[in-house]
């Protein structure tokens, strides 16, 4: 009951790549930055079991960005010509690659990260992938010339590297969707047609994760515009409960969206946000098992996953760490309340 994981992304250690940057560089290269990622990627590892955590992800130790990751193993994509988007609706500016002819993958994206994450722990392990819509939002088009086409193309891409992840014995595929939370419309029109292409043939546990994106500045300028209630989730949960998604990550704690929409996901697993990812203030054991006591009202307690807001890339890496401890702690915290009372 209330096994705990995080949504993804972990700080990277400053010898491998700058802190508290989303696009950061790396410090090293060729066989030393592979070395240093798997370092990385070990370090937290240790990490996450020794906090206490159920389900053990890479940290995406291996990528600069949680989507640009996977796109450089694509061919059809130019990366030597990035050009300057308005991503997330025209939230903030990335310097982005541009699609220029049919997308291929050029081999295996994830390989060393998947099996060497499998080969360090014998705990359960997440991988998370970046969702085709999302992707469509973060590179420039400049072959397909529509969106859903693109985004499709992209699902068949992520289906063929998600059903060899599983052969590496992944537990858990996730699919990171913030852009859900954008084209809300959209999202329950195609994103979720583009999402059911990514996990076709696969048996492992299948998860989509929707946020309102990592602690930075434009995200949280975005954030004081939507409002008293965040409903975002009210157009797109709908669509994703008649899905064959198993699993949905979601913002609880600090975030303003009404908890009763939770129950829109009758049947899924949910992965609560816990932990706030926006803020340096680390929670207590007792402010996180509250969140999951809340929580408990509009999710049976079988299928409740206690999780990180969103992914923790861009924190301070000793303040990422003291929120994975207060994670495991309020899950336990939460376990021993129910179990007594
Ligand atoms: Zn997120």
Redesign the pocket.
């Known amino acids: 009951m209330f096994d705990t994981t995080i949504?993804?992304s972990l700080p990277k250690p400053a010898w491998l790549a700058e802190t508290h940057k989303l696009w950061p560089l790396w410090k090293a290269e060729g066989a030393e930055l592979i070395q240093a990622k798997k370092d990385a990627t070990l370090l937290w590892i240790k990490a996450q079991e020794d906090a206490g955590l159920d389900i053990i992800g890479d940290g995406e130790q291996s990528r600069q960005h949680f989507v640009h990751g996977f796109l450089e193993q694509v061919d059809g994509i130019d990366f030597e010509h990035k050009v300057k988007m308005g991503i997330r609706d025209n939230r903030y500016d990335a310097m982005v690659p541009q699609v220029v002819a049919p997308l291929k993958l050029r081999g295996r994206v994830h390989a060393m990260e998947a099996q060497f994450l499998r080969a360090h722990t014998k705990k359960k392990i997440k991988f998370t992938l970046p969702g085709p819509m999302t992707i469509v939002d973060t590179v420039a088009d400049n072959h397909y010339g529509d969106r859903v086409k693109m985004a499709m193309a992209f699902a068949e891409l992520l289906n063929q590297e998600a059903l060899a992840l599983q052969a590496d014995g992944v537990d858990i595929i996730q699919f990171?969707e913030?852009a859900f939370n954008v084209y809300m419309r959209e999202a329950a029109d195609w994103g979720v047609r583009a999402l059911e292409r990514c996990v076709q043939g696969l048996n492992c546990t299948t998860a989509v994760?929707i946020?309102y994106?990592?602690g930075i500045q434009a995200n949280n300028d975005w954030k004081t515009k939507l409002g008293e209630e965040w409903r975002q989730y009210e157009l797109v949960f709908p669509a994703l409960a008649k899905s064959s998604i198993k699993q949905v990550s979601l913002e609880c704690y600090h975030s303003h969206v009404p908890p009763e929409l939770m129950k829109l996901l009758e049947g899924k697993d949910v992965m609560v946000g816990v932990i706030d990812v926006a803020s340096e203030e680390v929670e207590t054991a007792e402010q996180v098992a509250e969140t999951i006591g809340r929580a408990l009202q509009f999710v049976p307690k079988n299928r409740l996953f206690p999780c990180t807001?969103?992914?923790m890339a861009p924190m301070d890496r000793e303040i990422a760490l003291r929120k994975l401890e207060a994670l495991a702690k309020g899950a336990a915290l939460a376990r021993q309340r129910l179990a007594s009372g």
């Open positions: 949504a993804g990171d913030p994760h946020c994106g990592y807001n969103c992914g």
